[in-house]
């Protein structure tokens, strides 16, 4: 281990006490918020040009105050929601603090350091002012993931240094006074494979700031400044009291969670970490310290992004199914070891960050340990991301696209698990359509079903996973980017483990490779992929389970004669 | 039961919206002007209380007359709720067997780690995967294995299968292979329903059409012979006319259509409520207007935006994306019949169960003991009016007793228990209000509520000042005013396809290639209305920046179904339309994706209230007064009772009253006044001035 423990407060602001600010209008104002963020995610959607962006949703829009404390969110990815206030923060610093940016200006931001994830997850950002121009009433902002900004492959898990992960963009202006700076827009079309569609997208976003600051600016004006100040610090106050009540609840003490990363990208090294949970009163402090020092590859998760992951699992347990806003973070503490993989130090690379998709998994689990039934039993704990690009046969034009993929979700002490749901750092991303890929990209995508006995057996039995297969109808390059490939989802109180997650390249001639972290594999034109999704780990002993649903689960093919009789032979017996 | 005109005249337009426990009938005759019956609904058989609502009001000759009959029905959609639909098989592309299970892989409520998909309306046992496949250019990579098709035939029938979706990879481009399994399982002798995606939505999105396709599939047993049994017994009755079905997106299908197109009907109910506010906000220049029907079983609300209805281009049923345009209608479980009870935590709550039409409330004296919320109203003196009609009469006494339990258990006295019941109601109306508003970004302050349906009136102050609204209105014929909108209502028929192509003159000759088939679609399928006026082509295009997955829908000049607009025009108006959508201009080429052909027919059937009010003596003479508790001063004061077919334009009635009608009672608590429109409508604020 490196250096000396640090310790983050994980939101910003204090409570007002504010209580006697008008209920309606807070209310009014919050949705009010919510409705702002919503048009700019829509915005985002309805004019963006990558799969990515529109049908995956590999992007977050926010709203802040003047304070840099996020007011609200549009639901999309959850993990850059976490993140997105610390890259507004860097980014204002670095243009010379929030009085020299002028209404009008874009901040364009994306060092992996203080945006928490790798540079083609861009942060862009927008002074709000009120209508007459007179008062800053905040920010909007947007992190989209950029289909290429030029690192030295579109997606690598193979890098030595953050140099090589793409170009960097420290808080410069791409729009001045309301007017594109054209000189970093040549700078960003030079370093992209993918110029057209980059532009395309940033404009897209371009759009949506300038729609959610008008939108902000309307609000206020209908509600004055200083009522919508009262109702915002009435709005923080809420989030922060749901939060610190849920903590209350919580016996005090010290709970820790096992998680194990498979290798770093280079080393065939697997590498254990812990993350513990310590609850006092109304705090929860989460500590990463426990943790392997920062790999020479790029799985380290920098600081902002191991806090993001302590926001978000915190406010997906604590926050009443609401999104979450400044004043819900601001019961939490994250402790790190600077130079370690949770908090890694320039130049180290971070391009995957992948520790922190696997610690929502850890952290659940933690909880578990002090309140039995506060989550349900792990996922298949990561994302699987594969990232796919080439040059059309035909045209010659580049085309890049990748996507996420569904995991068995755990199950509960009442109920299965969910079958094949995006991770829950990225719950709210999507399954591109098949029919969609198929007018855009060179493929035949030949199966997405889900996989018969993946799940881990238990008396409730964790959600199955899925099996995706496509065939290159041209050459192509892939990355791969799959954790969990050696242990599936363990299940809890009994439970059985699941199928681990897993990804096999098969050359035209039949030929087998298995991937799991690769970078710039070269898939020859007729050969196929195959994405193997884990599941979810299972809950309490199989031989308890209902054997009415272990004959359901049969006869629905959920699992197989051979897994029944090996698991549940209590249940046969009672078929005939 | 009542009626404004007499038997005997020509009618043209009739109207029957089918409620959880009404059924109203609106007729319009140009010489006569309107006739209107309620009668209770007779779930499971709508159709006999649709008739009752026919006979009563009109006499074999009249309804022979009728030229048009327009119907508003929540049968699809209630099948689809309470799971009544058939055991269904889907035959899928082999690979995609979970396309309905899968979804999109994302989760309802990203916050929640315990969330779950509804259970898909197939199990995964009745998913049959079948070896074809087409390409998302339209080619066949592998041709249909009908021996495949003969399989699952065999397997679904042992399953006991009621009927058969098939939905297909890239069907959308390229149907044979549906239709190629649909001639199988014929020849195979199967002569159940069978559903093809690409009948429902040539438009592409797996899992969306799939899902579609499903709910299609499932509803239209029940629709297909409830349509069936209706359009027997109008027949019977004389009824030569065409009968109408409203849309999910607004204006009237056939019965025909409805019954191959269940799934564009899923909102029929609902929606002309809309149909018919939008109508009253163009009358009445409002530039914002929400609506608030309540019934007995539920509640619903939309927000009218200058005067167009709220339309979206896909709708969410039950968790299941609808590829269809879809009249956005916010639809809640609260009404007359919500049942009060005490939860385990002594708190009292207000349904979501009802009592229907029958039993009914305690009140209605038809066996109902449950407490209602009309019940409460009764128990408060707001329902002052002892005939409902029908030989329906409230009865006060049972009303008290049916309270009386609750307020053993809570140690409160039935009138503060009445007054709970209307409040816990009202709040769960004004959350639905605040959803289709405030978390748009929409202040309701700034609407007019528009309140109707047999419960309506009766709660919109208590609305108004829960949600701070400056401004009510109470539409005449109140209490049926969804049957109403169904008048206001055009036969609509669309077809749609995706096709994605530059946008440039020499591409504009395949895109109207594309509408001659659309309209020959329509033309072929749809059946004929009988209207005066002719019917009117509309071509639209969803268009976008090449590079981009989503669509502006821009209306597109043409002449009889054909373009007239050159590229270069339309580009102008997609660029305009796209400023004004996102605020920015680019200079990138522009695509077609989707196109989409409309046959309207205007029945213009009712533009406007004839005004059945002017015929009466300003109120006085059934002015009376009766006690009963304002919720505003938290007392019982004397109400004034004023009979508002006495009432003419520009009186003026203060409250507290309460304003009787045949159809619905308008309570209107303390400091509140309703002055009366010359159009017949109500128009209520504050009388501080606070709503001027």
Known sequence: ?576 | MSKDQSKGERVSVGGVDVGGTFTDLVAYDPRAGLTVTKVRSTHPKPEVGVMKAVGDALDAAAASELQYFVHGTTVGLNALLEGEGPRLALLSTRGFRDVLEIRRGDRDEPYNLFWRPPPTLIPRRLRFSISERIWGDGSVLTPLAEDDVREALEALRAQEADAIVIAFLNAYANPEHELAAEQILRGLGYDGEITLSHRVSREYREYERTATTVVNGYIQPVVSEYLGRLEDALAGYGFGGTALIMRSGGGALTFGDGRRRPFETLLSGPVAGVEGAAAIARQMDFDRVITADVGGTSFDTALVVDGRPPVKHEGTIVGLPIQTTWVDVRSIGAGGGSIAHVDAGKLLRVGPRSAGADPGPAAYGLGGTEPTVTDAAVRLGMLPVDDLGEGLTLDRDRAEAALAPLADQLGLSTVEVARGVVAIVTAKMADAIREITVERGEDPRRAALLAFGGAGPLFATQLADELRLKSIVIPPLAGTFSAWGLLVADAVRTASRTRIVGLADAALEEVNAVFAELFGEIGATADAVDAAQPAQRETVLDLRYVGQEHCLTVEVESEDGRLTADAESIQREFKREYVRAYGVEMDDPVEIVGIRAFVRRRLHAVESFAGPNGNGDGGQAAAREVEAYSLRRREWCAFRVVERSGLHAGDVVEGPAIVVESTTTTYLDADYVAKTEPNGCLTVTLESGEGE
């Open chain 1, 1 to 576: 281990m490196v250096g000396t423990a640090e310790v983050h407060r994980a939101g910003k602001g204090e409570l007002s006490g504010l209580v006697d600010a008008d209920p309606i209008t807070t209310e009014v104002v919050r949705h009010g918020l919510m409705s702002c963020a919503e048009q700019m995610k829509r915005t985002v959607i309805r004019t963006s040009f990558s799969p990515v962006i529109y049908e995956t949703l590999d992007f977050a829009v926010a709203i802040y105050d003047d304070r840099m404390r996020m007011l609200a969110q549009a639901p999309t990815l959850p993990f850059f929601m976490g993140v997105l206030s610390m890259a507004v923060d860097a980014a204002l610093e670095s243009a010379g603090g929030a009085d020299a940016v002028q209404p009008g200006d874009i901040l364009l931001y994306n060092v992996p350091y203080e945006t928490g994830s790798h540079p083609p997850d861009a942060a862009l950002a927008m002074p709000i002012f009120s209508n007459d121009g007179q008062v800053r009433l905040g920010y909007a902002a947007i992190m989209a993931h950029w289909l290429d900004i030029g690192a030295k492959d579109p997606y690598c898990t193979d890098t030595v240094d953050v140099y090589q992960e793409g170009t960097k963009f420290p808080g410069v202006r791409l729009y001045q006074a309301g007017k594109p700076n054209e000189d970093v827009f040549k700078i960003i079309k030079a370093n992209s494979r993918m110029p057209r569609m980059v532009v395309g997208d940033i404009n897209a976003q371009i759009a949506a700031l300038q729609m959610g600051a008008r939108a902000v600016a309307d609000l206020v004006e209908r509600h004055g400044v200083q009522p919508f100040g009262q109702a915002v610090e009435r709005m923080l106050d809420h989030g922060e009291m749901m939060v610190r009540d849920y903590i209350s609840r919580i016996p005090n003490g010290r709970y820790v969670g096992q998680g194990m990363m498979d290798d770093n990208g280079v080393d065939d090294t697997p590498l254990p970490f812990e993350i513990a949970v310590e609850v006092e009163d109304t705090t929860v402090r989460l500590d990463f310290r426990n943790a392997p020092a920062a790999q020479p590859t790029p799985i380290n998760a920098v600081l902002p992004a191991t806090i993001s992951c302590s926001r978000v699992a915190l406010s997906m347990l604590a926050g009443g199914g609401e999104p979450p806003n400044e004043g819900h973070f601001r019961p939490i503490e994250v402790v790190t070891t600077p130079g370690s993989m949770f908090h890694p130090l320039p130049p180290s690379p971070c391009f995957l960050g992948w520790p922190v998709v696997q610690a929502f998994d850890v952290i659940f689990s933690a909880l578990t340990q002090a309140m039995p039934g506060t989550a349900p039993a792990w996922s298949g704990g990561d994302i699987l991301a594969m990232v796919w690009w080439g040059e059309r046969e035909r045209t010659g034009e580049a085309w890049i696209d990748g996507c996420p993929h569904p995991v068995g979700q755990g199950a509960s002490g009442s109920a299965d698990g969910a079958n094949a749901l995006m991770h829950s750092s990225e719950s709210a991303t999507r399954l591109t359509p098949v029919e969609v890929w198929e007018t855009r990209n060179p493929w035949v995508v030949e199966k997405v079903e889900l996989a018969q006995d993946s799940g881990g057996p238990g008396q409730f039995r964790g959600g199955v996973g899925l099996d995706v297969v496509i065939r290159a109808t041209e050459d192509a390059w892939l990355t791969s980017v799959v954790e969990r490939t050696r242990n599936g989802a363990p299940g809890v109180d009994g439970g059985g483990g699941a199928r681990p997650n897993g990804v096999t390249l098969e050359y035209p001639d039949g030929t087998p490779r298995s991937l799991s972290k690769a970078t710039r594999v070269h898939v020859p034109k007729g050969a196929t992929v195959e994405v193997r999704t884990g599941g979810g780990g299972g809950h309490g002993p199989p031989a308890e389970r209902d054997p009415e649903a272990v004959l359901d689960d049969l006869a629905d093919g959920y699992i197989s004669t051979s897994e029944a009789e090996r698991c549940y032979p209590h249940a046969l017996g009672r078929r005939d």
